[in-house]
């Protein structure tokens, strides 16, 4: 997969019309984590520095295509304006004649930040129309919204029909990483899958058999698969409907030379609570009155061996409900592990990111994805809107 970046592009004196995902978490008025923001200023500042003026586009929470003042983009330019230490101003709208006429006066160095793109229902249905609007406001179109890269929303993927379309640095470093893991990653390739439920999990998994060497999975949804072997499980979280689906997909890496770790042993509770006291069970069969909750020491050992093995690893999805700080313990040895190895590391999903971030690990991983939803369909195998109006033609 070959990209158009925005190194490919002639930005002086240009307008670029840019995607970004600044759909930031806020708390009486300020924004708490900044994350989001600080990752896309690398590109914007790039394309400032060859001369060219700035028209940025993003949508914030979920407005439904309805202009909701507690929606609007004002506490998010403050904070954005803040880091990137120049003036943004926040146009009144997203288009129409007043945005056209606050646009058509910006001089090279310039940025204006467009109200949020879901005010209006034209944007996730992609209207052709409105997305000519928007075309409208820039002679470059720059995507560096990964986060929202696997919908085809107007300025995602419509945009990108009317104008010369380039990935920004953020898109770039996702795509340079994760597409390897699909095509031909560095061997041995270990996948590390968790998270609550195999139905929301299965498609990775099926994708991930394909490459892999060994595929660990954990959390909620480990306990199907240890039914479908015959073991007890307790009271732990199971999808009976998706019991046949995990056995095949058992079958299926048996036939491939595919090594499954699944917990050996566990961190249970009598209850799903905060408060709960842990239990630890050493072996694989879970009483009837605990469910599992957490992954136990001689399983965490188990992944820390091969992660130690492994030349690429991919994560995604926590070993056990880490947000309980009693059953964060599994989370937190995979994160070490994976910050301790020199192996390819990218970490996807946004439990995962979560637990990283916790830990304070994110700067010893090679790349901690930001699209929570967008990396978990890419490593699924399929086609990102966003990204493939980015491809170069042959």
């Known amino acids: 997969m070959v990209l158009n970046t925005v190194r490919d592009a002639d930005l002086k004196g240009k307008r670029v019309l840019i995607r970004v995902d600044f759909n930031v978490p806020v708390k009486d008025g300020k924004v708490t984590d900044p994350t989001r923001i600080l990752a896309a200023l690398p590109t914007i500042n790039y394309i400032l520095e060859q001369g060219a003026s700035l028209v940025v586009m993003c949508h914030f929470g979920r407005p439904k295509g309805e ?27 997203v288009i129409g004649d007043e945005v056209k006429a606050i646009v058509d006066k910006m001089v090279p160095g310039d940025v204006v930040l467009l109200e949020n793109v879901r005010f209006y229902k034209e944007e996730e249905k992609n209207d052709p ?10 002679d470059v179109y720059v995507n560096d919204a990964f986060g929202t890269a696997h919908r085809a929303h107007a300025s995602t993927e419509g945009v990108a029909h009317y104008l010369p379309a380039y990935a920004g640095f953020l898109i770039e470093k996702e795509v340079k990483y994760m597409a390897p893991l699909l095509e031909n990653p560095e061997k041995p390739f270990v996948a590390i899958i968790g998270g609550s439920k195999v139905s929301s999990k299965i498609t990775v998994l099926e994708s991930l058999v394909r490459t892999c060497d060994t595929i660990v999975i954990g959390g909620g949804m480990a306990y199907t698969f240890l039914k479908v072997q015959g073991h007890k499980i307790g009271k732990s979280l199971v999808e009976d409907d998706y019991l046949d689906v995990a056995k095949s997909f058992l079958a299926s890496a048996e036939s491939k030379g595919v090594k499954v770790i699944l917990p050996v042993d566990h961190v249970c509770a009598a209850e799903f609570a905060e408060n709960a006291s842990p239990v630890a069970v050493d072996g694989v069969d879970i009483p009837d009155d605990l469910m599992g909750m957490d992954i136990g020491a001689k399983t965490a050992s188990l992944i820390v061996d091969a992660v130690k093995k492994a030349k690429s690893v991919v994560w995604n999805g926590p070993m ?29 999903g946004g439990d995962s990111v979560a637990a990283i971030n916790k830990f304070g690990l994110a ?32």
């Open 129 to 138: 129309e409105f997305a000519k609007k928007l075309a409208e406001l820039g």
């Open 320 to 348: 056990g409900v880490f947000e309980f700080a009693a059953f964060a313990k599994g989370t937190e040895t995979v994160a070490k592990a994976l910050a301790d190895s020199d192996c390819i590391s990218v970490v996807g």
């Open 67 to 93: 202009k909701k003042p507690e929606y609007s983009l004002s506490v998010v330019r403050d904070e954005f304006e803040k880091l990137l230490g120049r003036k943004v101003t926040l146009a009144p709208d």
């Open 363 to 394: 700067d010893k991983i090679s790349h901690v994805s930001t699209g929570g939803g967008a990396s978990l369909e890419f490593l699924e195998g399929k086609t990102l809107p966003g990204i493939a109006a980015l491809e170069k033609k042959n």
